[in-house]
Each structure stands twice: as C-alpha cells, then as structure tokens.
C-alpha cells in the first residue's frame, strides 16, 4: 500500500497513483484543535510540532503543512511585530520600517540561524520530520515572497505608491527580500521539508503589468535559485481571485499553484499546463466553516467530479486557503473521507 508522502509525490509527478491526494491548509486550525492559544503555538517549537503531529494522527491527510504566520521573514529583517491578542496570529507595523535607499543599505545580511524566528521554524520542521516524515508528505512555509515581503517592510499603501513614483527603490527593496527569501527556504528545505510553499498575495493586487516587472522576476530568481539548491517541490499562493495572474504564477517555476476557494476550477485547469500541479480549492470560509459536513461533501464530490472531467492529473485536494482556527472539525474529516472515498462513490 502506497504511503502519503509517496502518494503527494507521485501526484506531483503525474505518475499514476491507486487513490487521490488531500492536505487541507491546517495551521492555526493545528493550534485550536490541539487546545493551545496561537500566541503560545507560534512562539514554541515543541507546541507547533506537537500540534501538527496531533493533527496528523487525528485526520490522516497526506500533507502537513508548516507555518507560524505570514511575518516570520519580515521580523528576521527588522519589522516591528506584535500579537493583536493572545489568540490571533502574529501582525506587523502597516506603516513600514523601510522606507528610503538608505534603509535598504543598512539591513544585514541573512542569517537563519540566528534572525528572529527563522530558527525556532526549522526546529519546528526538524521535529516533525523526525516523528512522521516517512509517513506524510511535509509542506514548510516560507511566507513571504518578495514583494509581498517587501510590502510587509515598507507598508503595503507606500509601496504600492513607490511601484509608480520611485519603481527602483520598488527593485531595490525586492531585491534584498530576495534574498533573505531564498536563505530562508533554503534553511527550510536543509531541516526536512518536502515542499516548500510562498504566498504572493499583495502581488495580487498590482494588475497584469506591474506583477510581471515586479512580483514574477524575483519569484523567478526564488524558484529558479530553489530548483538548483534543493530537491523540494516548490508552490505559489495569491489569496482570493488570482484569475488575472495565473498565467503569470505559472511562469514562476514553481511546480505547484494554490488555487484559492473563489476561483473557478475550470478556468483555472485551462491556464494550469499539465506539467504544474494544482493545490486546492474547497472554500475555506463559507463552506469548511460555515457549512454543514453535507455542504462539505456536495462541494468536494463537485470539485471531484469537475477535475476528473477535465482530466488534471497533478491535483491535490484542499481547503483553497488556510483553515480557519475555529472550523468545525466534523468538517476536516468530511473533505479527507470525501477525497479518500472517492473511487467508491463513483461505483
């Protein structure tokens, strides 16, 4: 019998495979159900493991996923971040920290072994390797992607001003976040993981044009640096509607795209070549959250039944996002039975 992290490779691969892949986008979500408050989730390595572990065990997915939150990069380069409560996940200054050619001279070099809470993800990734790593396949996060990193250390409204006024502080900017983007990954993928996953999505915002001279060179430099350093798969992530910008992600050189729950899967497929797996899409607010365990299953078995239709064959089932902390756990189990029983409902 064919085990889950093989199962998530050779989909991946677009080999045939006995059964369907699903790895539900479970961060937080590992936080409460293991009964811990985010603060103290995000702040121990032993807590995280510990809960991701639990996670596992609980549901069997396929896929693990790895994360804190979406600054752990921005406070390695000196964001000032902050918990808005003791159960919500970590945020950071809106108004940026750097904001002129000189700001951007004077951040040091990477370091992940020492920068902020670099350290504490990779022990984190290190633990659960060791306890299930055999077992599931292990996607590690290395939110952000440059320029959404870059929007995090100048203030996404500044940035978003300089992309017109000043656009080479804008390459400047993305540029250092470039790197402290792959030595980060780079640190994720040397402690265990099997994928590593970035979320682009104040990238989303920028229009056609302005993403592909500012988001997609740097994702590109990422991608292309992590296809010759690593032996990870590697994924891209825009929240919300990416219609505009999938053909874009999928010159990023990543392996898989994460299709967020709004988009529609048809369209979607059209613009995926066959060689780029997609990741997802069950929506992840009004359905995995705020539906019944029969909203899950009917909007799953949909899902099912349009990608089989369309004939994808590198597809792994997910919530189209990251969980909600509080989804009904009822819910998780319907979306991996749904996937797992799949082959007999549609005898």
């Given amino acids: ?111 992940p072994s020492t920068q902020g809470r670099m350290p504490l993800m990779q022990d984190v990734v290190r633990r659960v390797k060791a306890a299930i790593g055999d077992d599931v396949f292990i996607v590690a996060c290395f939110d952000q992607s440059p320029f959404s990193l870059a929007c995090a250390m100048a203030g996404i409204c500044h940035l978003m001003e300089q992309v017109i006024l000043d656009p080479d502080f804008v390459k400047a900017l993305v540029a250092k976040c470039t790197d ?26 920028l229009g056609p044009e302005y993403y592909e001279q500012h988001a997609l060179p740097a994702q590109q430099k990422v991608f292309n640096h992590l296809r010759e350093s690593t032996n990870c798969k590697l994924s891209l992530h825009v929240c ?40 997802g899409n069950i929506d992840p607010a009004g359905t995995l959250f705020s539906g019944s365990v029969g909203d899950v299953e009917v909007e799953t078995k949909a899902l099912l039944t349009k990608v089989d239709a369309i004939g994808k064959k590198r597809f792994i089932y997910s919530s189209g996002c990251t969980l909600a902390p509080a989804t009904p756990p009822e819910n998780v189990h319907a979306l991996i039975k749904t996937v797992n029983e799949w082959a007999n409902l549609r005898q």
Avoid at 180 to 205: E, F, K, N, R, W
Avoid at 252 to 270: L, N, P
């Fill in 240 to 279: 919300g509607d990416s219609t505009e910008v999938i053909p874009f992600m999928v010159k990023s050189g990543a392996h898989v795209v994460e299709i967020d729950g709004i988009v529609d899967i048809d369209h979607a497929c059209s613009m995926v070549p066959d060689d780029i797996a997609i990741w």
């Fill in 1 to 111: 019998m064919i085990n889950s992290r093989k199962l998530v490779y050779d989909v991946l691969e677009g080999k045939a495979v006995p059964q369907l892949a699903v790895g539900p986008l479970a961060v937080h979500y590992c936080a409460r159900d293991a009964g811990l408050v985010i603060k103290d989730f995000t702040l121990d390595a032993k807590l995280m493991a510990d809960a991701v572990i639990q996670y596992y065990h609980k549901y069997k997915p396929d896929a693990v996923w790895i994360s804190a939150d979406t600054w752990v990069t921005a406070e390695a380069m000196g964001a000032k971040v902050w918990f808005p409560g003791d159960d919500e996940p970590m945020g950071g200054d809106t108004d940026g920290v750097l904001l002129t050619h000189e700001d951007i001279a004077n951040v040091p070099d990477p370091d």
């Fill in 180 to 205: 402290y983007v792959i030595a980060y990954a780079q640190a994720l993928a040397d402690s265990g993981a099997d994928m590593l996953s970035t979320g682009d999505s104040p990238s989303g915002l």
